[in-house]
């Protein structure tokens, strides 16, 4: 036996074996994961959206002695808020990535795909152990080797991008948290100064305070806006061009197979 055909064996035994494993079980957990993280922050930004904007539509007007001033706490808010659509965009975009990849790794782990796989292999160890020298069984065992890969590459991207989200998750959980203080900051500006019988400013203690308020709320954005370019390169790096890198490294691999 050449160490040809003895490769081709080997190597169709190991297609037998994965076609057998059941890949939906071992990684759905992983993806039901990260999903599960991209729809928390993808409510966080809805929710600080919905803030941003009760602020943007609302004026305060000052006059001390006649002199009157307009204060808009939206103009503030304007980078933080376009980001912020921006990253929610983003995170439905990565939401239907993972709802993808769940669809796939369902339905390559589907029975008859397992028996199609399971036969091809054994078809092909059968034409290469007794017609060595035959097309018939490189051509087999080619088409169970790229059948094979299409079907690890979402199982393989699911682990990656997992792992590679767990890697980041410190710095995750403190871009969330900037968020979340800006959330509370500009929600407590709105209910503290925003009164449904009408108007800002009651007394000279809010006109005097609101300035502070207006500092507060001013530099919670100006993290935000950090904040929020950290999770949008997060999150296009982890589900969308891991995605593609994947997909290219699959379709690069099949083109270089010489069987």
Known sequence: MSLRQKSAISIALVCLLIACLPLEQAFADQLTQMLKVTLTVYALARGLNAVISVAQGTEMSIEPMGVGLTLTPGEILDPLNDLIEQVSSVLLIASASIGVQQI????????WIQILLALLAVLALLLV????????????????VILTILRLTVPVLSLVSHQTQLWLQTERQQAVSVLQSAQSSVDELNEHYQQESGGWFSNLRDRIDIQGRLNQ?????????????????????????LPLVFVWLALRLIGALRI
């Open 104 to 111: 796939i790794l369902m339905l390559s782990d589907h029975i």
């Open 129 to 144: 152990i007794l017609k060595p020298a035959g097309a018939s069984g490189q051509l087999v065992l080619k088409m169970l």
């Open 217 to 241: 709320v001013k530099n919670r954005a100006e993290q935000g806006v950090e904040a929020a370019v950290y999770l949008l390169a997060e999150f296009v790096l982890i589900m969308v061009l």
